[in-house]
C-alpha cells in the first residue's frame, strides 16, 4: 500500500486528496493554482485549537521552531489573511525583487521596510497646514487662527474650514506652529484642546508656548508640544491675551502622529 493510500485510510484525522492535505476534514480546500499542498484545517478540539479558532502550530522541543516560506528568488513570500470571501484582506510579505518587508490590511499596503530597514508608513495621520497668500492676518483675543491651506494632509484629519485637527484613534501626538509677527504688536499663542486650555498651571490660565511683548521688530515666534489625546479629539491654535497681528505668509502649523 502507498503511502498516500495509508494516510488516506485514517479517518476523520488526515485525508489526503491528490496534492491537498486535510486534517480533522474529509474535504480539503482545493489550491488556486494546482501547486503545492494545502493544510485544510477543521476544528478538532484538541489542545491547539479552541472551540472558535483553529491553529497551525509549530512545535518543537529543541532549540527553535520555525515556518518557513521558501520561493524563488525572483519571487515574493506571502502571508494571507482572509475570510471566505477574500484570502487578501491582511497581508504579511518579504518582496525578493527589492529585499523589502511589507504590511497591508484591507489589501492594500500600510508599512514597508526596505532592505536598508528604513520603515515607510505613507497612512500615518500628518498635516502642515498654512495660508494661501502672504496677507497680513489679524486675529481677535480667544479666536483660532485660521489656517486655510495644507500643503499635505494624510488622511485629511486637518479641517481647512475651522483650522482643527482631529484624531483619529487615540494617541501620542506632535504639534508645532511657528507666527512671524509684526513689528510693534504683542502677541501670545495657546493650543487648545477640545475648546479648552489642555494644560493649566492655575485655575482658568491657559498653556501659552508662544509669546511676544510689543517690539519695534519682526519677531518670529515658534514652539513645539506633545500630547496624548482620545480618538476624535481636536487640537486648534488661538490667541490668548492680544489681537495678534501677524504676516501669513511666514506662519504655520503642523502635527503628526508618533504612536
Known amino acids: 500500500m502507498s503511502k498516500q493510500n495509508e494516510l488516506a485510510q485514517l479517518a476523520d484525522a488526515v485525508t489526503v486528496d491528490g496534492s491537498n492535505v486535510g486534517i480533522g476534514t474529509s474535504s480539503p480546500a482545493v489550491q488556486n493554482n494546482g501547486a503545492g499542498i494545502v493544510l485544510d484545517l477543521a476544528n478538532t478540539g484538541s489542545a491547539n485549537t479552541t472551540a472558535d479558532n483553529t491553529e497551525l502550530v509549530v512545535r518543537s522541543s529543541s532549540r527553535y521552531a520555525a515556518l518557513s516560506f521558501i520561493t524563488p528568488t525572483d519571487?515574493?513570500?506571502?502571508?494571507?489573511?482572509?475570510?471566505?470571501?477574500?484570502a487578501n484582506i491582511g497581508i504579511v510579505q518579504y518582496n525578493h525583487a527589492d529585499n523589502a518587508m511589507s504590511f497591508s490590511t484591507s489589501a492594500t499596503e500600510r508599512m514597508k521596510i526596505?532592505?536598508?530597514?528604513?520603515?515607510?508608513?505613507?497612512?500615518?495621520?500628518?498635516?502642515?497646514?498654512?495660508?494661501?497668500?502672504?496677507?497680513?492676518?489679524?486675529?481677535?483675543?480667544?479666536?483660532?487662527?485660521p489656517f486655510t491651506n495644507t500643503a499635505f494632509n494624510r488622511g485629511n484629519h486637518y479641517n481647512t474650514t475651522?483650522?482643527?485637527?482631529?484624531?483619529?484613534?487615540?494617541?501620542?501626538?506632535?504639534?508645532?506652529?511657528?507666527?512671524?509677527?509684526?513689528?510693534?504688536?504683542?502677541?501670545?499663542?495657546a493650543p487648545r484642546l477640545n475648546g479648552s486650555s489642555w494644560i493649566q498651571s492655575a485655575p482658568g490660565s491657559d498653556a501659552i508656548i508662544f509669546a511676544q511683548l510689543a517690539d519695534s521688530h519682526i519677531q518670529n515666534l515658534a514652539g513645539t508640544f506633545t500630547i496624548e489625546l482620545a480618538a476624535n479629539d481636536y487640537i486648534d491654535i488661538r490667541s490668548r491675551n492680544y489681537a495678534s497681528n501677524y504676516y501669513g505668509g511666514h506662519s504655520w502649523w503642523q502635527g503628526h502622529l508618533v504612536g
Open 75 to 86: 519571487k515574493a513570500a506571502t502571508i494571507n489573511f482572509g475570510d471566505t470571501d477574500d
Open 114 to 145: 526596505d532592505a536598508s530597514g528604513r520603515v515607510t508608513m505613507p497612512y500615518q495621520p500628518a498635516f502642515r497646514a498654512g495660508y494661501t497668500s502672504g496677507s497680513t492676518v489679524t486675529n481677535s483675543v480667544n479666536s483660532v487662527h
Open 162 to 189: 475651522n483650522s482643527r485637527f482631529t484624531a483619529p484613534v487615540a494617541g501620542v501626538y506632535t504639534f508645532s506652529a511657528c507666527f512671524w509677527v509684526n513689528a510693534n504688536n504683542s502677541a501670545d499663542f
